[in-house]
């Protein structure tokens, strides 16, 4: 009798104890709820809001960054520096940079790192109003080109005009900063460098005819990855998990981008109200193809792009060194196809 009494008595302590660890259990997962506050992340744009960035501005309006736990300001280029020296400090989490910037970076030992490319192949090239004629690089001479005063102009220019037999120093460079480039062809310069994706498509609109020579039909090694998703090594390799969601979130805002260019455009607009809505839907319908184009899946990147470029800057003494590739980019927090 007293043996089934202490059983009795056993059972119901363990009952009381069960209940009460469950309690413990629903309250601490109601705190951790709570506490769990959303990681804060800022990714600067290398440029005012434009079809380039349509995939970041969707995961903001889609909530593709809240799904993963993330908080992510969007902000505009500062002038506290480039985007590259701040997010290589850590200054800016990530940012839009591209492929011949950050191998300049690299080359001053600055930890910048590619998580993704946003378009597969060059889009870009230099163009000269169709009246003037110019076809090649040859016809830069006794020209006047206007640009932004990057180093990586005169390199590209440099290198195009002495592969031909033109003598660089017979081009006037001018430094037409934030001028609108297609009327500044119309007026004091003869040839510039453009994204076809956003001013081709404005001098569509305007019924301007161009001659275009695109890079990546000059020569293989320039059909480079621009623009780019960057961040630096401390970032990669203290919060991993972090990047990956960050990764994920605008990867799926890019394949939305590109399955959906009309209402991706539509979404692009809201955050860029002082642009033409003409000019992003155009725009966008033409650029969203080129998203992944051949690619198997958005945003990868290829060594040999890497290595590609690399080597033609130093084959045309345009840098001392060649940069080692495989620490300027990785394909590693892309979500798994």
């Not at 600055?110 to 009246?131: D, E, K, Y």
Request: contains cysteine; charged residues 20%.
């Amino acid at each position: 009798m007293k043996t089934k009494k202490i059983l009795v008595t056993f059972i119901v302590l363990l009952l009381i104890l069960t209940v009460a660890l469950s309690s413990c259990s629903k309250q601490a997962e109601q705190n951790s709820g709570q506490n769990n506050q959303p990681v804060k992340l800022t990714l600067m744009l290398d440029w005012t809001p434009n079809t380039n960035h349509t995939g970041l501005f969707v995961a903001q309006d889609k909530g593709y960054f809240k799904d993963q736990g993330l908080e992510v300001n969007i902000v505009n280029p500062s002038s506290q520096g480039t985007l590259e020296q701040l997010v290589a400090t850590g200054k800016v989490d990530f940012g839009i940079s591209a492929q011949e910037q950050v191998t300049s970076a690299r080359l001053s030992d600055l930890p910048l790192v590619s998580l993704a490319t946003i378009i597969q192949h060059n889009t870009s090239g230099f163009v000269s109003l169709r009246s003037k004629n110019i076809l090649t690089a040859k016809d830069f001479e006794g020209k006047t080109y206007g640009g932004w005063g990057l180093p990586s102009e005169t390199a590209i220019l440099t290198a195009l005009m002495q592969k031909e037999n033109a003598d660089f120093s017979k081009i006037n460079m001018v430094n037409i900063g934030e001028t609108d480039q297609l009327a500044s062809l119309n007026s004091n310069i003869d040839l510039t460098w453009i994204f076809y994706g956003w001013t081709g498509i404005q001098a569509e609109i305007r019924g301007q005819e161009l001659n275009m020579i695109w890079l990546k039909d000059i020569d293989p090694a320039l059909d480079y990855y621009t623009p780019v998703i960057v961040s630096n090594e401390e970032m990669i390799q203290s919060n991993p998990d972090t990047v990956r969601k960050m990764m994920q979130a605008i990867s799926a805002g890019y394949e939305y981008a590109i399955g959906n260019p009309e209402e991706s455009a539509e979404i692009l607009i809201k955050y860029a109200p002082e642009s033409d809505p003409e000019m992003i839907k155009r725009s966008q319908a033409w650029l969203s193809p080129q998203y992944k184009a051949d690619a198997k899946q958005w945003g990868v990147q290829k060594a040999t792009v890497w290595e590609n470029y690399s080597k033609w800057l130093y084959d045309n003494k345009l840098v001392t060194k060649m940069m080692d590739s495989s620490k300027a980019f990785t394909n590693d927090f892309l979500p798994t196809r």
